[in-house]
């Protein structure tokens, strides 16, 4: 192998002047399909006999022919020209890209960016997302990102993404083999699913209850695994209603009662982006989340309050019976 100082390569617009030259038979036509002038062409061409010391046409009038080492050049340039032309990072189309790297917690981005991500990026075809994770509770980033997502607490900088509020949920299969759970104090009987981004003693001092933090049950660190824990019926969970929508929604999970408190940690987004495409990210996640919370609380509201059943008939005809004549 040569020695690094003893290369010397072309330019890629000689190479490109050359196969062209080579291809077309003249400065002229070569010239058309650059979009250059043909004295352009000429001179990039004489860089490149120059770097390799000898001549790669002969030149008969305005026609071109190849000599026996431009023969033998032109297969070697056309191969390396090919190889660059494969590689999608040199199409213009991917160089007017923009590029957008999000940064995410798990639960988050699973349960809440990624359903959503498709009304995005069909609105932003041009634009190349990349979504990493995340974990805040063991300082674990993902390095450098152009919009980040947290979970902080109220005094954190970025604007807050969830107006969220944590209550005990459970699965039904869970619930059937328990005392009935009525009130706060009922959670004596049941198995309480501990995460530490989530402790259950604020909630119970809202409650009223001068419990002390749950010790029994493993110690979950994502707020995921806690409602996977709760969906497959090993222990009440104080969930949030935006991450446990859909378990909501399919009757998985179940509200029990308030009170409705605050999570310890809020989602937040700031765009570290200087590109304009962070913002757009950041307003469009904003909307999303704002929707979903609305829809989340209703859910809860409707399985906690849940509208009167229809009459049965024995008690519409009762009711005529006693209606006042």
Same mark, same amino acid.
């Given at each position: 192998?040569?020695?690094?100082?003893?290369?010397?390569?072309?330019?890629? %617009?000689?190479?490109?002047?050359?196969?062209?030259?080579?291809?077309?038979?003249?400065? /002229?036509?070569?010239?058309?399909?650059?979009?250059?002038?043909?004295?352009?062409?000429?001179?990039?061409?004489?860089?490149?006999?120059?770097?390799?010391?000898?001549?790669?046409? !002969?030149?008969?009038?305005?026609?071109?022919?190849?000599?026996?080492?431009?023969? %033998?050049?032109?297969?070697?340039?056309?191969?390396?020209?090919?190889?660059?032309?494969?590689? #999608?990072?040199?199409?213009?189309?991917?160089?007017?890209?923009?590029?957008?790297?999000?940064?995410?917690?798990? !639960?988050?981005?699973?349960?809440?960016?990624?359903?959503?991500?498709?009304?995005?990026?069909?609105?932003? /075809?041009?634009?190349?997302?990349?979504?990493? $994770?995340?974990?805040?509770?063991?300082?674990?980033?993902?390095?450098?990102?152009?919009?980040?997502?947290?979970?902080?607490?109220?005094?954190?900088?970025?604007?807050?993404? $969830? %107006?969220?509020?944590?209550?005990?949920?459970?699965?039904?299969?869970?619930?059937?083999?328990?005392?009935?759970?009525?009130?706060?104090?009922?959670?004596?009987?049941? #198995?309480?699913?501990?995460?530490?981004?989530?402790?259950?003693?604020?909630?119970?001092?809202?409650?009223?209850?001068?419990?002390? +933090? #749950? !010790?029994?049950?493993?110690?979950?660190?994502?707020?995921?695994?806690?409602? /996977?824990?709760?969906?497959?019926?090993?222990?009440?969970?104080?969930?949030?209603?935006?991450?446990?929508?859909?378990?909501?929604?399919?009757?998985?999970?179940?509200?029990?009662?308030?009170?409705? !408190?605050?999570?310890?940690?809020?989602?937040?987004?700031?765009?570290?982006?200087?590109?304009?495409?962070?913002? /757009?990210?950041?307003?469009?996640?904003?909307?999303?989340?704002?929707?979903?919370?609305?829809?989340?609380?209703?859910?809860?509201?409707?399985?906690?309050?849940?509208?009167?059943?229809?009459?049965?008939?024995? +008690?519409?005809?009762?009711?005529?019976?006693?209606?006042?004549?």
């Amino acid at each position: 192998m040569a020695s690094p100082a003893d290369l010397r390569f072309p330019s890629i %617009d000689g190479l490109r002047a050359f196969e062209a030259a080579a291809r077309l038979g003249s400065y /002229e036509r070569a010239a058309g399909e650059l979009h250059v002038t043909a004295s352009a062409v000429g001179k990039r061409v004489a860089a490149v006999e120059d770097l390799l010391g000898q001549p790669l046409f !002969t030149r008969q009038g305005k026609s071109l022919a190849l000599t026996a080492g431009g023969r %033998d050049y032109l297969d070697q340039v056309r191969s390396a020209l090919a190889l660059l032309a494969a590689m #999608p990072q040199h199409r213009r189309a991917a160089q007017r890209r923009r590029r957008l790297r999000v940064c995410a917690p798990p !639960t988050f981005a699973r349960l809440i960016l990624v359903p959503e991500l498709g009304s995005f990026t069909q609105a932003h /075809e041009d634009l190349e997302l990349e979504i990493v $994770l995340s974990i805040p509770f063991l300082d674990v980033n993902a390095g450098s990102a152009d919009v980040e997502v947290r979970a902080s607490d109220a005094a954190a900088e970025g604007d807050m993404l $969830l %107006d969220d509020v944590v209550l005990p949920m459970a699965a039904p299969g869970l619930l059937a083999n328990l005392p009935a759970l009525k009130a706060p104090a009922d959670l004596r009987h049941a #198995p309480l699913l501990r995460t530490p981004i989530e402790p259950w003693r604020p909630w119970f001092m809202a409650a009223g209850l001068d419990w002390p +933090e #749950p !010790t029994d049950g493993p110690r979950l660190v994502d707020l995921g695994l806690t409602l /996977e824990a709760a969906l497959c019926g090993q222990g009440v969970v104080l969930g949030r209603p935006s991450l446990a929508r859909q378990a909501l929604a399919e009757g998985r999970l179940l509200p029990l009662f308030g009170p409705f !408190t605050r999570p310890q940690l809020l989602y937040q987004v700031a765009p570290h982006g200087g590109d304009g495409a962070a913002a /757009e990210f950041c307003d469009w996640l904003t909307g999303c989340c704002a929707r979903i919370a609305i829809d989340a609380m209703a859910l809860v509201q409707d399985r906690l309050h849940p509208p009167p059943a229809p009459a049965t008939p024995e +008690e519409l005809s009762g009711r005529r019976r006693r209606a006042p004549r």
